[in-house]
Each structure stands twice: as structure tokens, then as C-alpha cells.
């Protein structure tokens, strides 16, 4: 029988964030569940990154400092070395409303079929909300298109274990998107609390950015490792495809038309100004 009151483990990897790193920590202190430990990984931040990790280090649980091995990497020694029969990642940029805990345990501990609870985000950037993002959640299926959650969420430190973790080769991005197929692919959901209880700080040259730059690259090599459930679902991720392709082009034509548009009316612009003279 499990525990009413599990120990949560938050696991915050942290590589060169020293802008933001206490206010992530203090966001998993700050959870109004309280049996919770948190455990930061410095994956070899730099040397004013470790100041403000020295000056953490004595609210927090426990600092595991490691040369520069990657965020699967980073995120695999945290949960090695959590205590929590249940596990929250969480980005060291990035920080959560203080009630996720709450709600999500109580989720997580009801329901053995829920691998993965999540949540809407708020997107920020300079400190000013500019949209909130609703991930769908739902079954293995759901994740071969997109990704239909956060990377930053709670599931259970056996399942992370059956499922062999992170995959510590995938350091160019989407590997908390992988982690979620292999999650899934035996059963269960990924289950979306319908409230923005979570921050995301947008910001330039971000592992996601880096990603999406060779986005087709990752997708190939999580598709050649998940082979097995690709196959069963080959029609559903073919239409799925093309239709993120469809519109992904239909962006860009709306972006070109919107380019045009500015340079034609800059160049118009001095004819106008010499016809309003004979007007």
C-alpha cells in the first residue's frame, strides 16, 4: 500500500544559470507539499554559477557537482541519488507555481495508469507572460507527433528505472521528449492539469532552440529507436506529419507575404512623398 504522504524528489539540473537558479530551488522549496527533498545537479556551470550554488546549498537537500555530461546526464545522477518514490524535474530556468506538487501527487498516487503528470505553462520572456501553452497529455500515441507535455514534471523513480532513464547520447535537445515515448510505450497516460502552474522563461540559444534547428535529425533518431511503436501507428504519424509539415509552410508564406509587404512599402514610400506635393 503506498504512502498518503510519499517524500517528491525535485531534481534541478544546472549548467551556467546563475540568474536564475535560486528562484527555480526556491519555487520547488516553496511548494505548499511539504515532504518533498530537493537535489540540484551542477552539470560544470561556471564559475559564477557555482557562487550562487555555494550560497544555496545550505536550504537545499543535497549539491552533486559533475563535470559538463549533458541534461539526461545531469537529470539521470539527480533521480540516482533522490530518495522520493516520486520524481519532479525541473529546469534550473524555469520554476513552478507553489500548489503543482500538491495537485500532482494527489493525481499520481490515485491512478496507477497516470506515468506523468504535467500542466499548462505560462511562456515568459523579460518577465512578461506573452501566451500559455496547453499541452494534451494522453497515450504513446499522442507523443509521436509532438511532444504533449512539458520536460519539467512528476512521475514515479520505478518507472524512470523500468524504462532505463534519460537518454544520456541525445545532448543536442528533445530528450525529454524521447523519455516520455519510453515511458509510455508500456502502458498508461500523460495526465495535464488544466491550470498554467508552471513558468517557462523563453530566452535566446536555449537547448530547445538549438534543437529545433536540427529537429529533423532528432526526430529520425527517436523514431529508429522507438521502431517498435512507430510501426503500429505508421498511418496516424504519416497524416500527423504531413499535416505539421502543411502548416509549418503555411506560416512561412504568411511570413514572406508579411516581408513583402514591408519592403514594397518602404520603397513606395518616397514616391508617395513627392506625389503628395502635386495633390
Not at 509510455?184 to 534547428?213: M, Q, S, W
Request: hydrophobic fraction near 35%; charge should be positive.
Amino acid at each position: 500500500m503506498k504512502a498518503s504522504n510519499p517524500l517528491v524528489s525535485f531534481v534541478i539540473p544546472c549548467f551556467n544559470d546563475f540568474q536564475y537558479v535560486e528562484q527555480s530551488v526556491n519555487s520547488a522549496l516553496h511548494q505548499t507539499y511539504r515532504n518533498i527533498e530537493v537535489i540540484v545537479v551542477d552539470d560544470g556551470s561556471n564559475a559564477k554559477t557555482k557562487a550562487v550554488l555555494k550560497t544555496i546549498e545550505p536550504k537545499i537537500t543535497r549539491l552533486i557537482t559533475q563535470e559538463n555530461k549533458g541534461q539526461s546526464t545531469a537529470r539521470n545522477v539527480g533521480i540516482e541519488n533522490a530518495k522520493g518514490d516520486y520524481i519532479i524535474v525541473l529546469d534550473s530556468d524555469d520554476y513552478f507555481e507553489p500548489t503543482f506538487c500538491k495537485k500532482a501527487i494527489e493525481i499520481i498516487i490515485n491512478n496507477t495508469e497516470v506515468k506523468l503528470v504535467t500542466c499548462f505553462a505560462k511562456i515568459f520572456v523579460n518577465g512578461k507572460v506573452r501566451e500559455v501553452y496547453k499541452p494534451k497529455g494522453g497515450y504513446v500515441k499522442d507523443f509521436l507527433i509532438t511532444n504533449s507535455a512539458l520536460g519539467c514534471a512528476m512521475f514515479r523513480k520505478e518507472d524512470w528505472l523500468s524504462c532505463g532513464g534519460y537518454d544520456e547520447s541525445m545532448r543536442r535537445g528533445f530528450e525529454d521528449w524521447e523519455f516520455n515515448i519510453n515511458l509510455l510505450k508500456k502502458g498508461g497516460f500523460a495526465k495535464v492539469i488544466d491550470e498554467a502552474l508552471f513558468f517557462y522563461r523563453k530566452r535566446e540559444n536555449t537547448t530547445t532552440e538549438r534543437a529545433n534547428k536540427v529537429k529533423y535529425k532528432l526526430l529520425k533518431y527517436i523514431y529508429s529507436k522507438h521502431n517498435d511503436v512507430l510501426k503500429n501507428y505508421t498511418g496516424l504519424v504519416i497524416n500527423g506529419l504531413i499535416l505539421k509539415i502543411s502548416i509549418e509552410e503555411e506560416s512561412k508564406i504568411k511570413q514572406q507575404k508579411k516581408i513583402e509587404f514591408r519592403i514594397g512599402k518602404t520603397i513606395l514610400k518616397p514616391f508617395r512623398f513627392f506625389k503628395s506635393f502635386f495633390n
